[in-house]
């Protein structure tokens, strides 16, 4: 049944005789709450709460006292509850019932404020409004600072644009290192004219083109040939790797000079008759024999063929003594290369 009235409705409402009505009057002067009244006179609580309000019962008061004992009983209660439930918040006063407002503090800022007890009968989030409101006051700080920082920005890229257009189109006037002649240049680092460089150009193709045909001497035999390039110098490739041998050769005697003192009593047969013609990096026989001659009569030594080992190479800082020189075969020592730790 629903009984309206001013405009509310009341759920769950009966019609009860004049004698239930006075017995819920008495009852409600006595300081009994609606659920205590209801458990007595067998009724719902809803028709209890209707009718006491009608007669101007309603609401709490101090000691009321209700199935749930005193209020200062179910204050305490409440508060338990409450601050288990919202952490970030304790219960501050004026707890009347589980229908009416309280007071609750933020444990963040202090700040307090009103909240609805039903509260605690649901699941919703509760947020303090001043840490709502110091949170949306930080974030506009946040974003007009921010707003205020690209408009600089845009201030600065607006001026550094046109530095640039002005660096671009600065014009440098130099005098030319061929004709002497003064030109207006963009670049800082030109030396001649556009004049000059042509003819520099021109006078580099024509001296690339003149080597066709052209006799002469190689800078190693003598002999004199054909060029087959602009920069032909040698008659062959023997002969280039003549003077590429002699320069490496060169390079490592300098290089074992400035490593320090070297003893030129150092031979492959001392050395083969120190080690007992043993390879210091395998540790197999050396073979005296294992050499052959090309066409041209070149000598070419093969895997097996004995050779001088430096222990520290000379790149490295080796010198060519006694205690730095070991016997080892001529693949191995290759293998080796400039490497410290042996190879095995």
């Known amino acids: 049944m629903l009984i309206f009235i001013y405009g509310e409705h009341w759920e769950g409402v009966n019609m009860l005789t004049n004698e239930q009505v006075k017995d819920i009057i008495k009852l409600r002067k006595q300081n009994n709450g609606y659920k205590t009244i209801a458990n007595k006179l067998n009724i719902s609580r809803n028709t209890v709460r209707y009718h006491c309000k009608k007669h101007d019962l309603g609401g709490k008061r101090a000691k009321q006292i209700n199935q749930f004992g005193f209020l200062e009983e179910r204050?305490?209660?409440?508060?338990?509850?409450?601050?288990?439930?919202?952490?970030?918040?304790?219960?501050?006063?004026?707890?009347?019932?589980?229908?009416?407002?309280?007071?609750?503090?933020?444990?963040?800022?202090?700040?307090?404020?009103?909240?609805?007890?039903?509260?605690?009968?649901?699941?919703?989030?509760?947020?303090?409004?001043?840490?709502?409101?110091?949170?949306?006051?930080?974030?506009?700080?946040?974003?007009?600072?921010?707003?205020?920082?690209?408009?600089?920005?845009n201030k600065i890229n607006k001026e550094v644009d046109a530095l640039k257009r002005i660096k671009i189109n600065h014009r440098y006037?130099?005098?030319?290192?061929?004709?002497?002649?003064?030109?207006?240049?963009?670049?800082?680092?030109?030396?001649?004219?556009?004049?000059?460089?042509?003819?520099?150009?021109?006078?580099?193709?024509?001296?690339?083109?003149?080597?066709?045909g052209k006799i002469i001497k190689c800078k190693y035999c003598g002999e004199e040939f054909e060029m087959r390039s602009?920069?032909?110098?040698?008659?062959?490739?023997k002969c280039l790797n003549k003077v590429m041998n002699r320069k490496k050769e060169i390079e490592r005697r300098e290089r074992l000079k400035e490593n320090g003192r070297i003893n030129y009593d150092i031979t492959l047969d001392k050395l083969i008759k120190r080690d007992n013609g043993i390879c210091q990096i395998c540790e197999k026989l050396i073979d005296n024999k294992?050499?052959?001659?090309?066409?041209?009569?070149?000598?070419?030594?093969?895997?097996?063929?004995?050779?001088?080992?430096?222990?520290?190479?000379?790149?490295?800082g080796g010198t060519h003594t006694w205690d730095n020189v070991q016997l080892a075969h001529f693949y191995c020592n290759s293998v080796k290369g400039n490497n410290i730790k042996e190879i095995s």
């Open 75 to 153: 204050e305490k209660r409440f508060k338990k509850e409450f601050e288990n439930k919202y952490h970030e918040f304790r219960y501050y006063s004026e707890f009347k019932s589980i229908d009416d407002y309280f007071k609750m503090q933020c444990k963040k800022c202090g700040y307090v404020q009103e909240k609805h007890a039903q509260c605690l009968r649901h699941s919703e989030e509760i947020i303090c409004d001043n840490c709502r409101e110091t949170k949306k006051r930080i974030e506009s700080k946040r974003i007009k600072k921010l707003k205020e920082y690209q408009k600089k920005q």
């Open 290 to 316: 294992d050499f052959e001659h090309d066409e041209n009569g070149n000598f070419i030594a093969e895997n097996d063929y004995p050779s001088i080992d430096h222990i520290v190479p000379v790149s490295k």
């Open 173 to 212: 006037y130099i005098e030319c290192d061929r004709c002497g002649k003064r030109f207006f240049t963009n670049a800082k680092n030109v030396v001649h004219c556009n004049k000059c460089i042509r003819e520099i150009k021109a006078e580099e193709k024509a001296r690339r083109e003149g080597w066709k």
């Open 230 to 237: 602009s920069r032909s110098k040698y008659c062959s490739e």
